[in-house]
């Protein structure tokens, strides 16, 4: 167990739907990024936080947005659903940003109907 | 853009043999590399991480080496046991921070 929980584990929306991911970071970690991987992919990077602030973005479109809490916890946003955001989604964290140990979460699998 | 590779796609070998997975990444700059392993439907395990400064890395069964000028990574897993099978994945660490990952190496080791 690497003490990052992510909640839910499994989420099923319709496309053009709203989804929002919530993942509890490790103790003592102030760094939260976010992954998706899709079926038989390795995992892409989407964006990274860094004391409640956004410090890096993969090749994502806006309508994937995150925040990150005071406690370092962090939430993904999907808005406008596609069906080829059917994925699972991983956060993990890690005790500082630059050349650190991330510790992965579960993950949340996502389906779009 | 970094680009990581892994041969082969998927292995599979009886129990006893030892296990030899290849990663390839094209931009040498990078700070670290990192090996996990993936259970079907599950989250990351790190199993290694090697510095760029290192050549490799051991725990237990598992032996690392990283040449970073070639761009390559192997990972060794000695004596495989039927519950090493998992997926396998290598990701480099680079100058923004983020990992870029391979599509990974899916091992099954037959009893």
């Known amino acids: 167990e690497t003490g990052v929980t992510q909640s839910p584990t499994h989420l099923i929306k319709t496309r053009g739907q709203q989804v929002t991911l919530r993942c509890s970071s490790q103790?003592?970690?102030?760094?939260v990024s976010w992954y998706q991987q899709a079926l038989g992919q390795g995992p892409q990077f989407i964006f990274q936080?860094?004391?409640?602030?956004?410090?890096g973005r993969g090749n994502f479109p806006p309508r994937f947005s995150g925040l990150q809490f005071p406690n370092y916890s962090s939430e993904l946003n999907v808005n406008a659903l596609e069906l080829d955001d059917s994925a699972l989604y991983l956060c993990?964290?890690?005790?500082?940003?630059?050349?650190?140990?991330?510790?992965f979460g579960s993950g949340t699998q996502l389906s779009v109907l | 853009k970094q680009e990581v590779t892994q041969i082969p796609a998927a292995l599979s070998v009886p129990e006893g043999e030892n296990l030899v997975l290849n990663c390839s990444f094209t931009?040498?700059?990078?700070?670290?590399l990192q090996w996990f392993r993936q259970d079907p439907g599950k989250g990351l395990t790190s199993l290694l991480l090697?510095?760029?400064?290192?050549r490799e890395q051991t725990s237990g069964r598992l032996n690392a080496s990283l040449d970073k000028s070639s761009g390559r990574s192997t990972l060794y897993i000695a004596a495989s046991q039927p519950g090493d099978s998992a997926t396998y994945l290598c990701?480099?660490?680079?100058?923004?921070?983020?990992?870029?990952f391979g599509a990974g190496t899916t091992v099954t080791v037959r009893a």
């Open positions: 090697i510095q760029s400064s290192q």
């Open positions: 931009d040498s700059a990078i700070y670290n």
């Open positions: 993990a964290s890690s005790l500082n940003q630059g050349n650190e140990k991330l510790f």
């Open positions: 990701a480099v660490q680079d100058g923004d921070y983020k990992l870029s």
């Open positions: 936080y860094y004391r409640e602030e956004e410090n």
């Open positions: 103790s003592g970690h102030n760094t």
